[in-house]
């Protein structure tokens, strides 16, 4: 009775919550700005007008928007498992290599891309994410069979897989003749189409920007995660072990097995971050393409309670806040993009680290302001 | 002086604390002499807990005065209530299990950043508490591996290190077996006889009856009634308590077993470390019996319950359902529900149910495959829902709100949405782990109702539980185990207590 957590209403859980400690994360970066000399409210409104301020910005913005909605998925779904899955970039990654791979293969088949070019693009769609699931899946059993913790076992496996990329652009899959490491460039029907050629059909002109259909695939994504932590057996079985794996063993739920599937699922999510960079932006593999969009996974999916409706509002706002932040720094040369890295530091602090202050704060706001 | 007359050394005023709308205290007011054992009866819910939380310091009463030795005194955190020489045991221990006794009583009053000199003194301190109040415990023993009982005694020791006078004790012996229970009575007196007082919450009448000297009884956050204990008796109590009459004896007509149901033989277990949980178990339960194991808790009776769930694989032996070997396969958990074989686990926070769940997410655990909470290929909330109203008004599962968070019902509403899961898939077995632990005692009724119903209805019922008084109450037969080995058994008309008292010590029929 006396270390009951804090329980709030599930407005306040949900919406209150992350929005005080956003808050309190652009008061922190407001004060940083003014330690610097600048003037904050002037920045916040280069930011959002650089994030949202036109269709070019906005395209961006949905750009990142739509890494850190695939990033910020694999650590959620993880996360409802009772695992801490920090391997995201790693995951990427050899999706990222995955897809390169089957990409490679595509193009030695002319014949096949003649004939059904139509399914080259899926096929390397499912080969990143089975690279990613592949990859995640070795945590996932180490931690099912040999009890090795998944933190520390995805922490090294993205040591691993930025070394195997470096191997493989450089000696097997790697653009011959090119000094940069890097793959040759995917079959046209392999990559992803972008957003401004899809909808000038509809008579939208879009100016060019990297946002592509891989952002359609993210908002599927969300939907298809609730469906599946909420509305599916496995998803029950998930929660279960996430909760309480005794009850879990209890009602029939294999714990091991649950492990493995659920991690297996995370990775093929941070596969999506390949599907966006490589075959929706890049065209081909090349090298830290996943650029620590991984680790603000961990932020996003901590900001969006683990729920889809979160995720993909904190995935908004740290798209806002990386296309913002570079027009900003574009701006205002006082104000580099490290500022984005201090308001993204901060903002996991207070979202993540801090939660419980804010929820006591939240509660005591409510106990003193609310009826009851 | 003597004409002064002693002020109690508590007295609680007109304390009300509201939670919400919810009015968990009203209007409580207490007086416990000096040197007494004061006994606090009341159903889960009643405000027992709320009312010593205040008085410890955890919650601060929204109206009413703490007067300790007759001195007003303002409590606001347990380091006042410590101040004021208030001492509490709670139900759920505060102990760091890996730091040895002494470690642990220190924990908090270390008195200086170096440890050496708090340490010895404390070791002092505990040895002249052992010998005064007759506390066998080795001051160097790690925490996590003494019994619970000792574990219990440590708490004591660390109140009474920190100088209380008053010793609350929340539901002391929900964890004990009935022997470490009369050692603790015997404790609390030796304490009372030093001039301490205690205060002591319970639903368990027996334990009241025993041990206290006066008794209040509280319900719906009220103090309905106060009685000197020799003046009263179980059934007046359990009146007060319920606010109505309660059936204290189970009603339980006499019937003809039927066919073998489950039968096992030479069932032998092994834990991680390689010990022998069980040892050659035999048992049959037949249709339209209930058999009770009668056991002191950890003598294998929850292996046996896990083994004959599916949850724990045996080493040797053979498990036969309806006449059927059951294969390695078949013994698993989900299979033997499919057969029937259902189970109420006997710690439900910890197997029997997710508490972070909602009612009704955990109304369908271990069911959750079944096609009718499906719509589609989806989980049906609303199916879902359905289901867990039904079952929750048939087992007057209170609140009857199937979308509220599992962990804000009571224990015996917990145990209830359990049991009401389990019966209601109609088993043929029911494996039954410690039915009524923490159950206040109109659910006990009703538990124990529907498990004589079942009994009648024809379904086998294996009871486990460590009172001993439930199992004598409830079994058509027992049989005792000690040491993983069954030790003799009994017919229940025939048994009596102090007979399987030495069974459950391990003296066997033939030794006997």
Known sequence: MSAAPIDLPRWADTALVPLVSVAAALLVAGLVVIGIGENPLEATALLLRGALGSAEGIGFTLYYTTNFIFTGLAVAVAFHAGLFNIGGEGQATVAGIFAALACTALSAMPGFLSVAGFLAAPIAILAAAAGGAAYAFVPGWLQAKRGSHVVITTIMLNFVAATLIVYLLREVIGKVGSMQPETPDFPPQAVLAPMHQLLAPLGLKLPATPLNSAFLLALMALVAVWLLIWRTRLGYAIRTVGANPRAAAYAGISPAAVTMVAMAISGALAGGLAVNEALGVQHRLVLDFTAGYGFVGIAVALMGRGHPVGVGLAALLFGVLYQGGAELSFDKPTITRDMVVVIGGVLILFAGALDGLFRKLVALALGRGGPG | ?512
């Open chain 2, 1 to 512: 002086m003597s004409t002064a007359p002693v002020p109690p050394a508590i007295e609680l005023a007109g304390i009300s604390k509201r939670f919400g709308a919810v009015a968990a205290n009203r209007d409580v007011s207490l007086a416990v002499a000096v040197g007494s054992i004061h006994g606090i009866v009341g159903e889960n819910g009643a405000g027992k807990s709320t009312l010593m939380s205040i008085l410890y310091g955890f919650y601060e009463a929204d109206a009413g005065e703490i007067r300790v030795a007759g001195k007003p005194r303002r409590i606001r955190s347990p380091a006042d209530a410590i101040a004021a020489g208030i001492g509490m045991v709670h139900q759920h221990f505060m102990l760091v299990d890996t730091l040895s006794v002494v470690e642990n009583v220190v924990l908090g009053a270390e008195g200086g950043a170096r440890l050496k000199g708090g340490l010895a003194k404390a070791r002092a301190e505990l040895a002249r508490l052992s010998r005064e109040y007759g506390l066998a415990i080795e001051p160097d023993a790690i925490v996590g591996e003494l019994s619970v009982g000792l574990q219990q005694r440590v708490e004591i020791l660390k109140a009474l290190y920190r100088g209380a006078e008053v010793l609350i004790l929340d539901e002391p012996t929900a964890v004990l077996t009935p022997a470490e229970a009369d050692q603790l009575f015997a404790l609390l007196r030796a304490l009372k006889a030093q001039g301490k007082t205690v205060i002591l919450i319970t639903h368990k009448l027996r334990e009241i009856m025993a041990v206290t000297d006066t008794v209040s009884v509280m319900r719906r956050g009220e103090m309905v009634a106060g009685f000197r204990t020799a003046e009263t008796s179980p059934p007046a109590l359990a009146e007060a308590m319920v606010g109505r009459r309660v059936l204290l004896r189970v009603e339980k007509p006499p019937r003809e077993r039927g066919a073998a149901v489950l039968e096992a033989v030479g069932l032998t277990c092994r834990d991680a470390r390689g010990t022998e949980t069980l040892r050659d178990v035999g048992l049959t339960l037949h249709a339209g019996e209930i058999v009770g194991i009668a056991g002191v808790a950890g003598n294998g009776q929850s292996e046996l319950l896990e083994v004959l769930a599916g949850l724990v694989q045996p080493t040797r032996g053979v498990i036969r359902l309806g006449g059927r070997i059951l294969t390695a396969a078949d013994r698993h958990p989900a299979r033997l529900r499919e057969r029937g074989v259902m189970h109420v686990p006997e710690d439900r926070q910890r197997s029997g149910l997710v508490t972070a769940f909602s009612a009704a997410e955990n109304a369908i655990l271990g069911y959750q495959g079944d096609p009718a909470f499906r719509a589609g290929p989806f989980l049906s909330p609303a199916r879902i829902e359905a289901h867990a109203r039904t079952a929750f008004a048939a087992y007057d599962v209170r609140p009857p709100d199937p979308a509220l968070k599992t962990a804000k019902f009571s224990g015996g509403n917990q145990q209830k949405i359990v049991l009401a899961r389990e019966i209601e898939r109609h088993p043929r077995v029911l494996l039954v782990g410690q039915p009524t632990r923490g159950v206040d005692i109109g659910a006990i009724e009703f538990i124990h109702r529907r498990l004589v119903e079942l009994r009648d209805a024809g379904v086998a019922i294996l009871l486990v539980s460590v009172e001993l008084e439930e199992v004598m109450a409830l079994s058509d037969r027992i049989l005792a185990l000690c040491g993983g080995r069954i030790t003799g058994e009994r017919a229940a008309e025939r048994a009596d207590e102090r007979e399987l008292g030495l069974l459950m010590a391990g003296v066997t029929d033939e030794a006997a």
